[in-house]
């Protein structure tokens, strides 16, 4: 991928969101994490972050938003359901970003979406799990600046196929699909 990203929270107060936060951050492939003013039990983050990331994903803990030491270039994204908020969809990563989240009951601090450059929403209808937003955001970012190759827009088997727009499998080519139907 592109560019390197951090990802962390403001406030968090449940240990094993923070752990499936790490967790998630460390699986895609985050350069480091952070919390600021976390008042979490330490040793419930273990039970949810079972990939280890205290040994793979560097962590900073501050105590302000005062103590906060971004790398140079780094942009502060806030990542909040709020109508001024960027679309997630419509959005364009910054290439060296650090994704900050708010608590499980409040919104990211005025204090900390002062700091942010940016602001962006995942669309839905009402606030969703701190760790699935910050899944989803660090996913959209894999989607854009992770080189993939485009794909379909459509599955349409009458869709005229390309080099970039190869013809998806169906069922009956998946060699796992082969076995199953053996039975
Ligand atoms: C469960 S929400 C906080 C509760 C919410 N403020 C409320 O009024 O119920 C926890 C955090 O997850 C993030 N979050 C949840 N849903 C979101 C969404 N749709 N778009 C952006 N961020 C979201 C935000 O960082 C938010 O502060």
Do not use: I
């Given at each position: 991928m592109r560019g390197y990203f951090g990802i962390g929270v403001e406030r968090i107060s449940k240990a094993?969101?923070?752990?499936?936060?790490?967790?998630?951050?460390?699986?895609?492939?985050?350069?480091?994490?952070?919390?600021?003013?976390?008042?979490?039990?330490?040793?419930?983050?273990?039970?949810?972050?079972?990939?280890?990331?205290?040994?793979?994903?560097?962590?900073?803990?501050?105590?302000?938003?005062?103590?906060?030491?971004?790398?140079?270039?780094?942009?502060?994204?806030?990542?909040?359901?709020?109508?001024?908020?960027?679309?997630?969809?419509?959005?364009?990563?910054?290439?060296?970003a650090a994704y900050i989240l708010g608590p499980e009951k409040g919104s990211l601090s005025p204090e900390a979406s002062a700091l942010c450059t940016h602001i962006v929403k995942i669309p839905t209808k009402f606030c969703i799990n701190v760790s699935l937003a910050a899944a989803l955001v660090m996913y959209d970012r894999t989607l854009t600046l992770g080189q993939h190759p485009p794909r379909s827009i459509s599955s349409n088997p009458g869709q005229q196929a390309d080099n970039n727009n190869p013809p998806l499998p169906t069922v009956d080519q998946w060699p796992l699909g082969n076995n199953l139907r053996k039975r």
């Open positions: 094993m969101n923070l752990g499936a936060v790490l967790r998630t951050g460390h699986a895609f492939g985050a350069s480091f994490a952070f919390t600021v003013r976390a008042h979490h039990r330490s040793k419930m983050v273990d039970r949810a972050d079972t990939s280890k990331s205290d040994q793979h994903l560097p962590l900073y803990e501050w105590d302000s938003l005062d103590d906060m030491r971004l790398p140079k270039g780094c942009v502060l994204v806030g990542v909040e359901l709020d109508e001024r908020a960027v679309n997630l969809p419509s959005f364009r990563h910054p290439l060296n």
